[in-house]
């Protein structure tokens, strides 16, 4: 049996014996580097956090730790401590702000598809004990079209895609949701992708933004696309990411930092559809391995 098959397994019979609580997981990506991807991430968790959410941020970037610098959280342990050094889940979670959870994914995601049973039985264990710790877990991915990349968005129920009005950067998003749409293991039917234009400088360029890939998705890939909402060019974000800090905690009435709360309060009100209310960071993984 192979490691996808074992995984899938292990997970049917957790949930045959206990109806575990399920996490919502947002998958967030972007065709190319530089268009705030990370921003985007560390802020939407202190917005779910402010709405009363228990949130988990997991770091799947093999490159850039972009994430743990703006919360100031170097993390002491990642995924393959709990994979292979018997870490538990809390463990090698490290605290951030506003208590919000802070996860490495580490050498430990290149290691998935090389698991003995017994270590696949005990991430089942560790990673469903997440799905009861957090009501939101954020996966903030590298940015391109990399396996590594592709991997996690395949797997994932809801995705995120963060562009700009820049020409290279709708370029490099329509490239990723080709890769995408194109590849046999997407199940387009069981997945959305949510669209967020950053840094621009109206409503109107927001709205070009996704227009853009709206019309090239619809006529090329033939399929669906949706818009979440933007976040404006803003000198109060700017200054906080010079700072290495995060614009909602640091100047929280900036512009910038009150659009990321619509963008977080769009996702809560957004009606959950039958297939993301019975996935989880479980089921999750299970489709990432099935894919690698």
Same mark, same amino acid.
Request: proline letters at 3%.
């Given at each position: ?206 709205? #070009? ?76 993984? #299970? ?6």
């Amino acid at each position: 049996m192979d490691q996808a098959a074992q995984l899938r397994n292990v997970i049917k019979m957790r949930s045959q014996s206990e109806e575990a609580a399920k996490a919502r997981v947002f998958t967030i990506t972007s065709g190319k580097g530089g268009v705030g991807k990370s921003n985007v991430a560390v802020n939407l968790a202190v917005q779910f956090r402010k709405l009363g959410k228990r949130v988990v941020i997991f770091d799947a970037d093999l490159g850039l730790a972009n994430v743990e610098v703006m919360f100031g959280s170097i993390p002491k342990y990642n995924l393959s401590d709990l994979i292979y050094r018997g870490k538990t889940m809390k463990e090698i979670m490290t605290p951030g702000p506003l208590d919000i959870g802070f996860i490495s994914g580490g050498s430990g995601i290149m290691a998935l598809n090389n698991l003995s049973r017994d270590q696949i039985t005990y991430l089942v264990r560790s990673l469903s004990e997440l799905d009861q710790l957090a009501d939101v877990v954020l996966i903030d991915t590298g940015a391109g079209i990399s396996d590594s990349v592709m991997e996690f968005v395949l797997a994932s129920a809801e995705i995120l895609l963060v562009a700009t009005p820049e020409p290279s950067s709708l370029t490099d998003s329509y490239s990723l949701l080709k890769a995408l749409f194109r590849n046999p293991n997407f199940p387009q039917n069981e997945a959305e992708i949510h669209v967020i234009a950053n840094k621009v400088l109206s409503t109107e360029d927001a709205a #070009a933004v996704y227009e853009k890939l709206d019309t090239v998705v619809h006529q090329f890939l033939n399929g669906d696309i949706h818009y979440l909402g933007m976040i404006p060019q803003d000198t109060m974000l700017e200054k906080a990411v010079r700072q290495q800090k995060t614009v909602s905690l640091l100047y929280p009435e900036a512009e910038s930092a009150k659009a990321f709360e619509v963008l977080a309060k769009n996702l809560l009100n957004h009606e959950q559809k039958e297939y993301v209310m019975k996935r989880g960071f479980l089921q999750m993984l #299970a489709g990432l391995v099935g894919k690698a």
